[in-house]
């Protein structure tokens, strides 16, 4: 996970967080997390990426429409970054109190 841009984890999160969810409604739920558009440019390629690595599996809905699960070792991936942000997190939760 280390080796993943802040937008491919947040690929990442997005598509842990929907039921094979397809390019179009992860396009839609990181424009509105960002406010801004998210550029086909942008998120394509960085798809493919995750799904390289290992991260996430492609599916073809139809000849035109893809979905995207996330794989075993994508979870395990976003655990360990949980934890590690927890590590921080949770101490600057308990000194805000």
């Known amino acids: 996970m280390y080796d993943l841009t802040g937008f491919q984890r947040d690929l990442l999160y997005t598509i842990a967080g929907q039921d094979e969810p397809h390019g179009l409604a992860i396009k839609q739920e990181l424009e509105e997390y960002y406010e801004g558009e998210?550029?086909?440019?942008r998120l394509y390629p960085n798809l493919d990426e995750i799904v390289d690595k290992g991260l996430v599996e492609k599916g073809?809905?139809?000849?035109?429409?893809?979905?995207?699960?996330?794989?075993?070792?994508?979870?395990?991936?976003?655990?360990?970054?949980?934890?590690?942000?927890?590590?921080?997190?949770?101490?600057f939760r308990s000194e805000s109190k």
């Open 38 to 41: 998210i550029h086909h440019g």
């Open 60 to 91: 073809e809905l139809d000849r035109r429409t893809n979905y995207y699960t996330i794989t075993a070792r994508g979870h395990r991936e976003l655990e360990a970054r949980r934890k590690w942000e927890d590590q921080y997190v949770s101490d």
